[in-house]
C-alpha cells in the first residue's frame, strides 16, 4: 500500500478555520468510510480525533470535525488555537484488514 | 483508566532482532485488537500490523509480513512484536495502540502506549 497523500504543512492564525486533505485512492479512502485523523505534539504519542470520517471519541472538541468527497478526506478545526499545533495524520482503511497511514500535515499557528 | 506501557528503549546490531512489550491495564485484554504502528526519527507514521488478543490472530502490512511476528500472553496481559533481521532503517519508535471498538477491528487506535525507542546501529 502507498501512503496516503497530505499536504506537508499549513498555516492559520487564532480564531481562523483551517482545512486538511488526505488523499488516497479507489483500494482506501474511496472505498470505505473508516477514515480516521490522529492529532501529535512533539514528543508525544498520536491522540485520536475523528473516526469513521465524522465521529469524535468522547472529550475531543467539537472545533474538529471530518467529512470524505470520493477519495479525499478533510479535518476542518474552526476556532484554531495555539495548542492546535502540532502534525495531523489521516488513516484510512486498505483492504484485506489492513490499515495505511498519511505522511501528515504541521500545523503552524501564525 | 486504560493504559498501555511498553517496554523500554533497545540497541541492535543489524542482523539481530527486537522483541516489544507492551502491557494492557484497565480493561479487558481479550475484548480490544492491538496494532503496532511505528514512527522514524522525523518522519510520519507507518501502520505495522494488529493482532486480536483473544484468538491470537494476527494480521500484517505486506512490507513487514516476512519479518513481524505479533503475540500475546493473556496471562499478564502484554502483547509482543518482535521485528526479525533489523535494518538500520528500523530505527523508529514503536507504538502499539488499542483499537477502540469492542470485539473487532475497525482501525480507530484510541489508546497508544508511550513508545519504544528502537535504534539498529553497527
Known amino acids: 500500500q502507498s501512503a496516503l497523500t497530505q499536504p506537508a504543512s499549513v498555516s492559520g492564525s487564532p480564531g481562523q478555520s483551517i482545512t486538511f486533505s488526505c488523499t488516497g485512492t479507489s483500494s482506501d479512502v474511496e472505498s470505505y468510510n473508516v477514515v480516521s485523523w490522529y492529532q501529535q505534539h512533539p514528543g508525544k504519542a498520536p491522540k485520536l480525533i475523528i473516526y469513521?470520517?465524522?465521529k469524535r471519541p468522547s472529550g475531543v472538541s467539537n472545533r474538529f470535525s471530518g467529512s470524505k468527497s470520493g477519495n479525499t478526506a478533510s479535518l476542518t478545526i474552526s476556532g484554531l488555537q495555539a495548542e492546535d499545533e502540532a502534525v495531523y495524520y489521516c488513516c484510512s482503511y486498505a483492504g484485506s484488514n489492513t490499515w495505511v497511514f498519511g505522511g501528515g500535515t504541521k500545523l503552524t499557528v501564525l | 483508566q486504560v493504559q498501555l506501557v511498553q517496554s523500554g528503549a533497545e540497541v541492535k546490531k543489524p542482523g539481530a532482532s527486537v522483541k516489544v512489550s507492551c502491557k494492557a491495564s484497565g480493561y479487558t485484554f481479550t475484548g480490544y485488537y492491538m496494532h503496532w504502528v511505528r514512527q522514524a526519527p522525523g518522519q510520519g507514521l507507518e501502520w505495522m500490523g494488529w493482532?486480536?488478543?483473544?484468538?491470537?490472530?494476527?494480521n500484517c502490512s505486506q512490507k513487514f509480513q516476512v519479518r513481524v511476528t505479533m503475540t500475546r500472553d493473556t496471562s499478564i496481559s502484554t502483547v509482543y512484536m518482535e521485528l526479525r533481521r533489523l535494518r538500520s532503517d528500523d530505527t523508529a519508535m514503536y507504538y502499539c495502540?488499542?483499537?477502540?471498538?469492542?470485539?473487532?477491528?475497525?482501525?480507530?487506535?484510541?489508546?497508544w502506549g508511550q513508545g519504544t525507542v528502537v535504534t539498529v546501529s553497527s
Open positions: 469513521e470520517v465524522s
Open positions: 495502540a488499542r483499537d477502540s471498538a469492542f470485539s473487532m477491528v475497525r482501525g480507530d487506535m484510541g489508546t
Open positions: 493482532i486480536n488478543p483473544n484468538s491470537g490472530g494476527t
